[in-house]
């Protein structure tokens, strides 16, 4: 009874022209039923004012990026984003699943971050934090969105979408003021230059904004989804994209390959073993109140501490804040391999 006078409430409000609060885009509140009625530039209003809240939420100016913007509200228009309750029913689900796919193959081969072009990831965002859009076993963008952590670089796929409309790897590069598109390419695809965070006025980690949920601090990575692509999907990728995925999927889920951007990578068999943030900070001790303090790094010799410390597994459990801290250090210290790395 309460949820339907909500959603009368909510519709008659929709149809007088007033402009929705962020939590009044969900299917429960504006459900098909209401959508349906309206006529289509009111429902373009609509997006519009959805997609600005995303904008702001994230400290991007949708003036200074409105073709970015403007691609974003024609492809949820396009796609029927407003008729599903559910995420794989929804029109633009298969094309962004198609994307995110390719992207994992990517990571795999090349073990750098591979981000969908930012309608995309922005319409996939709107789908779960705003629409509040219900997954199920079938999503599988979700997992992989997730588990590639995008989120984290959506600013920067902002940010580019006016030079590069497509995918792209990222590369972490503290000096870049702003992303640069370099003329570097990778399967294809350029290597975005750009500092860690950047455009991220507001403080929000958005590598845990997927599903609408933060995780704490002693929570796991997500685990990688299985990897599957049907023999009819297949069909529909380009043929070095199906080189790609082809080469994924003959080397199952733990199967890795290390960095060689311009031959053959050699293979390397890892095991996973689940590790949570808690653990890897407690392994830390007091290295990182001193690393917060870089003014003190002078006074104190703590390289063979982070020299023990520092492992793959380890960075990529450290928030923002911390990795920022470690490679300032690594940086000042002449530790390259790890500069590259965080």
């Known amino acids: 009874m309460a949820d339907a006078l909500l959603c009368r409430v909510n519709g008659d409000a929709v149809a007088a022209g007033r402009r929705l609060g962020r939590d009044e885009f969900t299917t429960a509140t504006f459900p098909r039923a209401e959508v349906q009625k309206l006529p289509e530039n009111r429902l373009r209003e609509i997006t519009r004012d959805m997609i600005k809240i995303i904008f702001d939420d994230i400290g991007m100016d949708v003036e200074e990026h409105s073709e970015c913007f403007e691609a974003t509200v024609q492809r949820i228009i396009a796609s029927g984003f407003w008729k599903e309750k559910t995420l794989s029913r929804w029109g633009g689900y298969k094309a962004i699943r198609r994307e995110v796919v390719v992207c994992n193959g990517h990571w795999q081969q090349e073990q750098r971050t591979c981000v969908i072009p930012a309608p995309s990831l922005l319409v996939f965002w ?174 104190q010799n703590i390289r063979p501490q982070v020299e023990e410390w520092i492992n793959d597994t380890n960075i990529k459990l450290l928030d923002e804040g911390d990795r920022n801290y470690l490679y300032l250090f690594c940086l000042q210290n002449q530790m390259d391999e790890w500069t590259e790395k965080l």
Not at 210 to 232: I, R
């Open 126 to 299: 709107a789908a779960v934090n705003m629409r509040h859009s219900e997954s199920n076993r079938r999503d599988e963008a979700s997992q992989y969105i997730r588990h590639l952590q995008m989120y984290k670089h959506l600013n920067v796929a902002i940010e580019i979408y006016a030079k590069h409309k497509k995918k792209f790897f990222v590369e972490i590069r503290e000096t870049a003021a702003r992303p640069v598109v370099t003329n570097r390419l990778i399967h294809g695809l350029p290597v975005v230059e750009c500092r860690m965070g950047f455009g991220n006025r507001m403080g929000i980690d958005l590598a845990q904004m997927d599903y609408g949920l933060l995780l704490g601090e002693d929570e796991e990575v997500p685990p990688e989804p299985k990897f599957e692509v049907s023999e009819e999907e297949m069909e529909e990728y380009s043929p070095r994209e199906r080189e790609i995925l082809e080469e994924r999927l003959s080397n199952g889920p733990m199967e890795v390959m290390s960095e060689d951007h311009f031959g053959e990578p050699a293979r390397m068999v890892v095991t996973y073993v689940q590790i949570t943030r808690e653990e890897v900070m407690n392994a830390a001790g007091d290295l990182f109140d001193t690393l917060r303090r870089p003014i003190s790094w002078a006074g």
